[in-house]
Structure formats: C-alpha cells, structure tokens
C-alpha cells in the first residue's frame, strides 16, 4: 500500500529565509503526487502538482524517483505562506483516491 | 470553493447518537469523497463514489456509512458515535480532465462527541 510521509508536523523560518517542507513517499509504480495548502480560515486546496512542473506562489516541487521524494521548496519565504501544507499521492490503479501525508505547519515570522 | 457545502459546520453530539453529515456540490462532478481530519495523522479517506451508484470503502470506513443520493450530493453517516470519531471532516469532490485530477474541499464540519 501506498504512503506518504512528512517528517516534520511543524517548521518555523523568517521572512525572506528559504524553506523547504519535506515529503517521502512509497510506492511501487508511478505516483501522480500534489502539494495541498490550507491557509487559516480556507478550504484546503491544489498548491501544485508534479505533472505539471509549475511554480505557484514561488513554490517548486520537483519529484525525486530515486529518493522517492517530492519536497516543496521556497527560496524566500512570506509572512502569508504561513498555512498547514499536505503532500498526497494517487496511486495508478485507483486513480482518484489520495492517500495524504500528516501535514506539516509552517509559520514564517516577520 | 463555495460550489462545495457541507452541513453542519459544527456539531456536538453524545456517544450512541446517529447524526448524518450532508455534502453537497454545484461543480457537476461524478467523484466525491469524504476525508477525516485528526492532528498529527493527515487526511483520512472514508469513502468515496465515483459515481450515484457507486460507493467504495476507503482507509476508515468502519463506524461510518455513506449515502449518495444524487450527483450533487454524499452524506455521512455516524450511525452509533463513539468519542474517537470527535474529528474535522472534509467532504470533496473531483474531476478528471486531460489525465490530471483536482479535488475541491468543501469548508470541513467539526464534530464533538461527548
């Protein structure tokens, strides 16, 4: 069964630091995997995703098969970056159900 | 993403109590999903339908059943609440265009079972 993990439940940085939330996954096949952020008082929503190798908000995330990583990273960090982000995973076989990491919340301080 | 509600936001409810918690959406998609929310665990699949008559268990579906009553809407259902079900629930729903998906959360309903 698939997994996803991340390592940290909490990670602080000052503005105009760079960040970087980690994010582990397992799984045999080829994982479609995504970035969800939920910003206080907001729905949880679509960051980005590995397919489209897009940057959103300033954020990269590049897919790593060999580490079996997908760490979302930030060169300069923003105060309104602080949010609670999910690394999720869709299988290709049962395509539709993610499978979420634990979350991790970041703060950045001013 | 106001095009997916969910009703009651809040709710308390004492251990035994069947409550039901609605799900509704106006994006027209097929796919919906309900997820709980427990800090230090992530998001939790319960179930999931990809279409009216369609309904799959997911990672937690024990304690819980569902009912998709229409394309619009996915209720949950608690038929006995049991404390450990106090959680934050997220209902979502998803499409699949150009071989890529999106899901769109709804605001989440927070239960308190006493």
């Known amino acids: 069964a698939q997994r996803v993990t991340q390592p940290e439940k909490l990670l602080s940085v000052f503005k105009g630091a760079p960040v970087e939330l980690k994010c582990n996954y397992s799984?045999?096949?080829?994982?479609?995997l995504f970035w969800y952020v939920q910003y206080s008082r907001q729905r949880l929503q679509l960051l980005l995703r590995?397919?489209s190798r897009e940057s959103i908000k300033g954020f990269t995330a590049d897919l790593n098969k060999g580490e079996t990583s997908f760490h979302l990273k930030k060169p300069f960090a923003q105060e309104e970056d602080s949010a609670m982000y999910y690394c999720?995973?869709?299988?290709?076989?049962?395509?539709?159900?993610?499978?979420f990491g634990q979350g991790t919340i970041l703060t950045v301080h001013p | 993403d106001a095009d997916v509600t969910q009703t009651p936001r809040n709710r308390i409810t004492k251990t035994g109590k069947r409550i039901m918690l609605e799900c509704s959406q106006t994006?027209?998609?097929?796919?919906m999903y309900w997820y709980r929310q427990d800090p230090g665990l992530g998001l939790r699949l319960i179930y999931y339908?990809?279409?009216?008559?369609?309904?799959n268990k997911g990672e937690i579906s024990d304690g819980y059943s569902v009912s998709r009553q229409a394309q619009a809407k996915f209720s949950l259902s608690l038929e006995s609440a049991i404390p450990n079900q106090t959680a934050l629930y997220f209902c979502?729903?998803?499409?699949?265009?150009?071989?890529?998906?999106?899901?769109?959360f709804g605001p989440g309903t927070r239960l308190l079972v006493l």
């Open positions: 979502a729903t998803s499409d699949f265009r150009d071989s890529q998906e999106t899901q769109y």
């Open positions: 799984y045999s096949g080829s994982p479609e």
């Open positions: 590995h397919i």
């Open positions: 999720a995973l869709i299988d290709g076989t049962s395509y539709g159900k993610l499978t």
């Open positions: 994006k027209g998609h097929d796919r």
């Open positions: 339908s990809f279409d009216v008559k369609d309904i």
